[in-house]
């Protein structure tokens, strides 16, 4: 039976036009059979009338819902079968859904018709539920504001009843359900009005943002969000809110009903409340600097095709926040030239009651309804499970673990107290510190600058050579004052054997600093061409890259211990060009594999010369890899991890160690995953080589042994657009893998999720203790902030005018160590 013609019949109604097409079926508009007015007639798809069981909970529950009487819900008038379908008729409402409302308002509605909107629809849940009635599908699509100004809600008894088509989970939950649904309605357990408010709340966030409150690359990544991260921040979204806004919502969506509003009701009414308040703008004092916040991480509509009942015409030391520390009087001015400034005069966000902000979460062993929406989507979109095989385990305990960054100190509890306080040492008399902050070092020594001003006087810098275990000036040392003219210090390194370090200074040009421990003396100061990036401690020299403007093309610079400029190890003429005039030679550098990796274009003197690809160790320059192509080399031909790299250029394919010597073959269809660039934010290095394959807008990622080319373990990500896989930029933090904006944080040798995803897209990732990771993120007004999170969600966080910087395996914030 295919779609009705206007003019024709269905169950004594006169169709009159198509309102809607969904994957249940059908909704028209058309003409009572007796009565002057115009019903929504919604004809459901064949299989849901062979459905014995479905029949008969549609019969049910739609004989509930037409006892409904509710200024609120669409009325049910009847229901039926005719012609092998069923139906139901819904009094026709003019007016439009409320997510056709948020497609022309993608930023989120006006606040005061968000909380009218919750109002009225919690009224008619908590009516309903009061009648033994749950909805299960509340989401914007079911909201209709009539044109009388009314919002109303529809599809009781209906959406939720069985598969839609190809959106069908196949246990009665569409897609678009997911997006608002309740952890325990998706585990397949007892559901009730609370399940509901729930739903209400995730349609809330998204009124308010524009946003759904959690996403990902696939449904089964928005099952899992829901049932185990925390609730996103509404007022990371939306700064003009109250943080009221955020705790109001969070209750609303806690994973466990019993901690939910007792009624939806007192759930909007909190919620209105909230959001006529006024966003704090009151100056931070230095006791509030160092707080906790509440703040939680954290998106496009649910659309649809036509609605029953919507017409479709739209219309020691010292505490944390005491002295000491960086928002103490002495460190109370604006920084100098750091890279992490100061925010005076941020607004403060109420801490939360409990030193763990953590709701309740749903165990990760979940019911078989959950297990079954997971398969059945799987079975629909072509997902795979994570897989592992009995070798790659077997290999993957036999290899040992390398983390590429140092392993943290547990992170399980909110500091209460720093380490230690650096203290006020430098300057003369009368001089006042303006900024602190760690930039560099090991797990021995840190390096700090420091900014100070004597009266009216400029601003003068000093380099502190600071013994990490003690937060005092290493012996013999003393602060080193630094001209840094209209350049400011930014990353530091020491040499492995301590004798020096060095530091990169930014500016309009760049230039590196060499200085002897002994002495507490610079040796020298080395004007750059352009950028300076990537300075690294590399045996007895520093390296890093000069990167002046094109045309000019980069190079590999060397300083000695002692200050002197050796040779580039990069081989390249700073002023060759390609013969289209482009610059001739690109230079990606990774510190902690030790490698530098040139790609040469072709000589413009020479027309019959190639591009060419080199590897050059750091340490003692030596070129350990030369390739000759046609083509230069795209970014997914190799990557690195912290043995070597991988390689794929179409002739050559491998896992090779930093000596060059190829130690495996890459396993049969994959390649290497796409690699990071080295001077954004993490390591780039990874613990074992990652590699890639994709399918449509399926990627399978996969890590791999080194010495032998097992694949270890495998996941899949799946791309929104259903022709273009996803872009993975996978980085290394201990032994764990990110993925690009940490939607995955995975064990780099079994391959499992290892912790919660926080997935922001402006944030450095400072390490893990191996069950929790560390992050810094820039709130701009709202101040920095150092997160912790694991398998649960986030674990604590701090909020302070510095950035967290982690060095040698310790966190340190201003003059402070943390951990």
């Known amino acids: 039976m295919g779609a009705l013609e206007p003019g024709s019949v269905f169950a004594g109604y006169t169709i009159e036009r198509l309102l809607g097409v969904g994957g249940m079926g059908e909704v028209y508009v058309a003409r009572h059979p007796r009565l002057p007015?115009?019903?929504?007639?919604?004809?459901?798809?064949?299989?849901?009338?062979?459905?014995?069981?479905?029949?008969?909970?549609?019969?049910?529950?739609?004989?509930?819902?037409?006892?409904?009487?509710?200024?609120?819900?669409?009325?049910?008038?009847?229901?039926?079968?005719?012609?092998?379908?069923?139906?139901?008729?819904?009094?026709?409402?003019?007016?439009?859904?409320?997510?056709?409302?948020?497609?022309?308002?993608?930023?989120?509605?006006?606040?005061?018709?968000?909380?009218?909107?919750?109002?009225?629809v919690a009224d008619a849940l908590d009516y309903a539920g009061a009648r033994g009635l749950v909805h299960r599908d509340v989401k914007p699509a079911n909201i209709l504001l009539a044109k009388t100004g009314h919002y109303l809600l529809t599809d009781f008894g209906?959406?939720?009843?069985?598969?839609?088509?190809?959106?069908?989970?196949?246990?009665?939950?569409?897609?678009?359900?997911?997006?608002?649904?309740?952890?325990?309605?998706?585990?397949?357990?007892?559901?009730?009005?609370?399940?509901?408010?729930?739903?209400?709340?995730?349609?809330?966030?998204?009124?308010?943002?524009?946003?759904?409150?959690?996403?990902?690359?696939?449904?089964?990544?928005?099952?899992?969000?829901?049932?185990?991260?925390?609730?996103?921040?509404?007022?990371?979204?939306?700064?003009?809110?109250?943080?009221?806004?955020?705790?109001?919502?969070?209750?609303?969506?806690?994973?466990?009903?019993?901690?939910?509003?007792?009624?939806?009701?007192?759930?909007?009414?909190?919620?209105?409340?909230?959001?006529?308040?006024?966003?704090?703008?009151?100056?931070?004092?230095?006791?509030?600097?160092?707080?906790?916040?509440?703040?939680?991480?954290?998106?496009?509509?649910?659309?649809?095709?036509?609605?029953?009942?919507?017409?479709?015409?739209?219309?020691?030391?010292?505490?944390?926040?005491?002295?000491?520390?960086?928002?103490?009087?002495?460190?109370?001015?604006?920084?100098?030239?750091?890279?992490?400034?100061?925010?005076?005069?941020?607004?403060?966000?109420?801490?939360?009651?409990?030193?763990?902000?953590?709701?309740?979460?749903?165990?990760?062993?979940?019911?078989?309804?959950?297990?079954?929406?997971?398969?059945?989507?799987?079975?629909?979109?072509?997902?795979?499970a994570y897989q592992r095989s009995t070798a790659g385990a077997e290999e993957a305990a036999r290899l040992p673990r390398r983390p590429v960054t140092p392993v943290l100190p547990a992170l399980d509890t909110r500091p209460d107290q720093p380490v230690w306080a650096l203290p006020e040492v430098t300057g003369p008399p009368g001089a006042r510190t303006l900024d602190v902050q760690a930039l560099g070092g090991d797990s021995d020594i840190v390096l700090f600058a420091r900014t100070v001003r004597v009266g009216s006087a400029d601003r003068t810098e000093y380099l502190e050579i600071v013994d990490a275990n003690t937060g005092r000036l290493v012996d013999g040392t003393a602060p080193i004052p630094v001209d840094t003219g209209d350049r400011s210090l930014r990353t530091c390194v020491v040499s492995t054997d301590h004798s020096a370090v060095a530091c990169e200074l930014s500016g309009r040009t760049g230039a590196v600093m060499v200085a002897d421990v002994a002495t507490s003396t610079i040796v020298t100061m080395l004007p750059a061409r352009g950028d300076v990036l990537g300075l690294t401690a590399a045996g007895d020299r520093f390296v890093f890259l000069d990167g002046p403007d094109r045309p000019r093309s980069p190079q590999l610079r060397v300083l000695g211990r002692d200050g002197r400029e050796l040779a580039p190890l990069s081989g390249t003429d700073i002023d060759a060009t390609t013969p289209s005039g482009d610059a001739r030679h690109g230079i990606e550098l990774f510190g902690l594999v030790g490698l530098a990796f040139i790609t040469s274009g072709p000589d413009a003197s020479n027309p019959l010369s190639k591009w060419e690809f080199r590897v050059v160790r750091l340490e003692d320059g030596a070129e350990i890899l030369r390739r000759e192509t046609v083509e230069p080399l795209d970014r997914d031909t190799w990557n690195v991890f912290i043995d070597g790299f991988v390689l794929d250029d179409g002739e050559t394919r491998g896992i090779y160690d930093r000596n060059g010597t190829k130690t495996a073959d890459l396993p049969s269809g994959w390649r290497p995953s796409e690699r990071p660039y080295?001077?954004?934010g993490g390591t780039a290095e990874t613990s074992v080589p990652i590699v890639i394959k994709t399918d449509g807008n399926k990627t399978t990622y996969a890590g791999v042994s080194p010495r032998n080319g097992i694949v270890l373990w495998e996941q899949q990500s799946y791309s929104a657009d259903d022709k273009q896989p996803e872009r993975l930029l996978f980085r290394g933090v201990g032994t764990l893998i990110t993925t690009y904006?940490?939607?995955?944080?995975?064990?780099?040798?079994?391959?499992?999720?290892?912790?919660?995803?926080?997935?922001?897209?402006?944030?450095?990732?400072?390490g893990t203790d191996g069950t929790r990771i560390a992050i810094a993120r820039d709130y701009g007004s709202s101040g920095n902030r150092l997160e912790v999170w694991d398998s649960e969600g986030q674990v604590w966080e701090i909020t302070s005018e510095h950035m967290a910087v982690a060095v040698g395996g310790k966190i340190y914030l201003g003059n402070l160590r943390l951990f």
């Open 678 to 680: 080295p001077t954004e």
């Open 37 to 120: 007015r115009s019903d929504a007639i919604k004809v459901l798809a064949a299989q849901f009338t062979r459905d014995e069981q479905y029949r008969r909970r549609f019969e049910r529950e739609a004989d509930l819902a037409a006892s409904l009487s509710h200024p609120g819900i669409v009325s049910v008038h009847d229901r039926g079968e005719f012609d092998g379908r069923l139906w139901i008729a819904l009094a026709l409402v003019d007016g439009v859904d409320v997510s056709a409302l948020l497609a022309s308002s993608p930023g989120g509605l006006p606040n005061n018709e968000v909380a009218r909107a919750i109002t009225e």
């Open 158 to 384: 209906i959406a939720r009843m069985g598969p839609e088509s190809s959106d069908l989970t196949g246990t009665g939950m569409t897609i678009g359900t997911i997006a608002y649904a309740s952890p325990e309605q998706m585990q397949g357990l007892p559901v009730g009005p609370r399940s509901d408010q729930y739903a209400l709340a995730a349609t809330a966030f998204h009124l308010l943002t524009g946003a759904q409150p959690f996403t990902g690359t696939s449904p089964v990544a928005v099952i899992m969000a829901h049932a185990q991260q925390p609730v996103p921040s509404v007022c990371r979204r939306r700064p003009d809110l109250a943080p009221q806004v955020d705790a109001v919502i969070a209750r609303a969506m806690a994973k466990s009903p019993q901690e939910r509003f007792a009624t939806s009701k007192e759930f909007a009414a909190a919620l209105g409340h909230a959001l006529s308040l006024a966003a704090p703008h009151v100056p931070v004092s230095p006791a509030d600097r160092l707080a906790p916040t509440v703040v939680n991480p954290g998106a496009g509509p649910s659309g649809s095709a036509g609605h029953p009942g919507s017409s479709g015409h739209p219309s020691s030391p010292t505490p944390l926040d005491s002295a000491g520390h960086p928002g103490s009087p002495g460190h109370s001015s604006p920084p100098a030239h750091h890279s992490s400034p100061a925010h005076p005069g941020r607004p403060v966000h109420p801490a939360p009651m409990g030193a763990r902000s953590r709701r309740t979460r749903v165990p990760l062993v979940f019911g078989g309804v959950l297990l079954a929406i997971i398969v059945a989507i799987g079975a629909a979109l072509g997902i795979q």
């Open 741 to 766: 904006e940490m939607s995955r944080i995975v064990d780099a040798y079994s391959g499992e999720y290892a912790i919660s995803a926080a997935s922001p897209d402006d944030c450095t990732i400072l």
